[in-house]
T-cell receptor, first 113, second 114 residues
Framework: DAGITQSPRHKVTETGTPVTLRCHQT?????MYWYRQDPGHGLRLIHY???????DKGEVSDGYSVSRSKTEDFLLTLESATSSQTSVYFC????????????FGQGTRLTVV | SQQGEEDPQALSIQEGENATMNCSYK?????LQWYRQNSGRGLVHLIL?????REKHSGRLRVTLDTSKKSSSLLITASRAADTASYFC??????????????FGKGTHLIIQP
């Protein structure tokens, strides 16, 4: 398995609280992605990073921010969690700009109550 | 917006039978990939087919790509109980250059009956 770890694996939080999810990789891949997976929607891209401190928005970025201060870590922050952000979040990495397979973490199940 | 759409949404077959899933997409692509997701787990890459390829094999998997119809199919031959999972197609849009990630369909949930 590719060296990619997500933490926490499960989290329950209250509406309005900030939440940070962490993705850590040991593969030294340049590109990192955050997706959310919801029933009926498949996986949707939230944010992605193409290098340290280089990030951009994906399809469903509202309410989320990201940071990448080191190659190995990509953080996803929900500034003020809402019930609509209850989802399973996946981090993915790729070594090059597209054209290759993506490696996924095991996911973080987030419940906002 | 979803780029790929899998069909059918769910498929149940007997062990030993072949399973075929289809994927349609909207824009020109660099490549198309298929992933498997077991319940409660992350996605695992199965196979990648480039836009200039028409067919690719990997073990019991056969993937076809028809860029004129913007469609792909995944065939799993001689299915096994362990093939029970959700299968997703993912595209790497030509316009985006690939850096902005893969676009996934909603998946086909495959159940192999013993």
């Amino acid at each position: 398995d590719a060296g990619i770890t997500q933490s926490p694996r499960h989290k329950v939080t209250e509406t309005g609280t900030p939440v940070t999810l962490r993705c850590h990789q040991t593969e030294n891949h340049r590109y990192m992605y955050w997706y959310r997976q919801d029933p009926g929607h498949g996986l949707r891209l939230i944010h992605y990073s193409y290098g340290v401190k280089d990030t951009d928005k994906g399809e469903v970025s509202d309410g989320y921010s990201v940071s990448r201060s080191k190659t190995e870590d990509f953080l996803l922050t929900l500034e003020s969690a809402t019930s609509s952000q209850t989802s399973v979040y996946f981090c993915a990495i790729t070594p090059t700009q597209g054209k290759t397979e993506a490696f996924f973490g095991q996911g973080t199940r987030l419940t906002v109550v | 917006s979803q780029q790929g759409e899998e069909d059918p949404q769910a498929l149940s077959i007997q062990e030993g039978e072949n399973a075929t899933m289809n994927c349609s997409y909207k824009t020109s692509i660099n490549n198309l990939q298929w992933y498997r997701q077991n319940s409660g787990r992350g996605l695992v890459h199965l196979i990648l087919i480039r836009s200039n390829e028409r067919e690719k094999h990997s073990g019991r998997l056969r993937v076809t790509l028809d860029t004129s119809k913007k469609s792909s199919s995944l065939l799993i031959t001689a299915s096994r109980a362990a093939d029970t999972a959700s299968y997703f197609c993912a595209t790497d849009a030509l316009a985006g250059g690939g850096a902005d990630g893969l676009t996934f369909g909603k998946g086909t949930h495959l159940i192999i009956q013993p």
